[in-house]
């Protein structure tokens, strides 16, 4: 049994806040109690009456203030109980410094219903200076690191539907019930909870059950089988027969230009992006880490949980670097690839292949020059993904083109096992798609535009090379 406690919430049966409470005196003590049951430590009381009756007094949202154990330093620990659920948490050893009684009272005068914000344990702090706060639940489920008493404040009294904002790995994201609700992250607290206030009915999702056949239902577009796999005319012979911007001869074909490109990443991916290439400009011109993407919308999801999508500006140029035939090394910026002179109006495709019979073509951004537009958690780009899997799943490898190759043969979807060491497996997709399908649901995503091009949401979905998974045909191509 560890010498204190800390914060605590313990079980004691149905006890509601307009219950009568009472200061009962045990040992020279007084202990808080509702009829027989005692509120807090059974071993250790408050040190007056006066304190009790404090306590006891300020009752707030079912929840009340009572010794929690000790500190450290032997001194006592007050903590929130919750009267309305009885649930009970304790420190484990994470709330040695404790708090005083009118901190304890403050937290519980400032909760809310649904959530109140807690004191986590910070060496040498003294409340409320320096102090750092932890939003909690009714349920003691923690949402994230510990942030200032005013930002705690702002995210509780904020909240709608049990989400709160707060902070995590430098960036502010939104959490329900103790877990990161979306992979959208903020750069501030306000921008969080602008986004989370917006939040006021989640839908209902396929997610509950994980039901990977309901997973692979489109929001909006359905495969469109009438026009099929038009990129089939851009397979190139001399590459494996990928689909390629390049005829056999290299020379570069219009009609297979790609204007949209796709690319999987985690979470300090998405947030390099953000950060350099979101809404604020002038966006980051030379990448240090640049971006390879797939003319496929799953073609790289073994590479993390995110997927990005990025309309190109129709006046970008196409480098073709055939690795067979042109050793190369890529750099910050693309260097060892292309002169820097052009990384803001190129895109190179790199068509590599291995020792062991596979091949593929990587399209490489060194720059936000080229970009158009980039955008994650959209509703028709999980459609797309979503078309993407099903037109896999239900037709012969000639007719799409995920990403590699083996021996120039379109390997079926998960059939690799692995990508640059990275699962290639159906349960790792529907797990990324329960958080894609969530975050576009739900409205979390974001699509953000390069400086003085509009902002229109249909444009960014829009193609010069309609197929099957994206039948959104420019209006003036």
Not at 82 to 89: E, I, N, Q, V
Request: a negative charge.
């Amino acid at each position: 049994m560890k010498k204190w406690i800390g914060l605590a919430v313990f079980f004691f049966g149905a006890v509601h806040a307009n219950a009568e409470l009472s200061c009962q005196a045990r040992g020279g003590s007084y202990f808080l109690a509702k009829g027989d049951k005692t509120i807090g430590s059974e071993q250790l009381g408050f040190e007056s009456l006066a304190d009790c009756k404090k306590a006891k007094s300020q009752v707030k949202n079912d929840f009340v203030c009572s010794v929690a154990g000790t500190t450290k330093d032997s001194q006592l620990a007050y903590g929130p109980f919750d009267l309305a659920t009885g649930r009970s948490t304790n420190g484990e050893g994470n709330y040695g410094n404790g708090a005083t009684l009118d901190s304890c009272l403050n937290s519980v005068q400032n909760s809310t219903y649904g959530a109140l914000c807690v004191w986590p344990d910070v060496p040498g702090s003294v409340w409320p200076k320096d102090r750092k706060y932890t939003i909690v639940n009714r349920f003691q489920e923690f949402m994230g690191y510990p942030m200032t008493w005013q930002e705690c404040n702002a995210s509780i009294h904020a909240s709608q539907n049990g989400l709160y904002c707060s902070p995590a790995n430098s960036r502010y994201y939104i959490f329900q019930k103790g877990k990161v609700y979306s992979t959208l992250s903020f750069p501030d607290l306000k921008s969080c909870l602008v986004k989370a206030e917006s939040i006021t009915n989640p839908p209902k999702l396929y997610t509950a059950a994980k039901d990977y056949t309901n997973l692979l239902v489109p929001f909006e577009q359905p495969v469109d089988e009438d026009i099929g796999f038009s990129l089939k005319k851009c397979k190139s012979s001399q590459f494996d027969y990928h689909v390629m911007p390049f005829a056999d001869d290299g020379q570069l074909r219009e009609e297979c230009r790609p204007d949209t490109i796709y690319s999987w990443g985690d979470q300090v991916k998405l947030d390099w992006w953000q950060k350099n290439v979101g809404d604020q400009h002038p966006w980051a011109k030379n990448f240090q880490h640049v971006l390879y993407a797939t003319t496929s919308p799953v073609g790289s999801f073994p590479y993390g949980p995110i997927p990005i999508r990025i309309k190109l500006k129709k006046d970008v140029n196409f480098k073709l670097i055939d690795a067979r035939v042109t050793a190369y090394m890529i750099g910050p910026a693309c260097g060892g690839l292309i002169p820097l002179s052009e990384v803001e109006n190129t895109v190179v495709t790199l068509f590599w292949t291995n020792t062991d019979g596979r091949s593929g073509v990587d399209y490489i951004l060194c720059s936000s020059g080229p970009i158009e537009s980039w955008s994650f958690g959209q509703k028709l780009h999980y459609d797309e993904i979503v078309d993407d899997v099903l037109w896999a799943k239900g037709h012969l490898g000639m007719n799409y083109d995920l990403y590699q190759k083996k021996y120039g043969d379109t390997v079926p979807l998960f059939a690799l096992g692995n990508i640059d060491g990275h699962i290639d497996s159906e349960p790792i997709l529907r797990s990324e798609l329960i958080q894609v399908q969530e975050t576009a649901a739900l409205g979390l995503g974001h699509i953000y535009y390069n400086l003085g091009v509009p902002h229109d949401p249909d444009e960014h979905f829009r193609t010069h090379i309609p197929t099957y998974y994206n039948p959104r045909a420019e209006l003036n191509p």
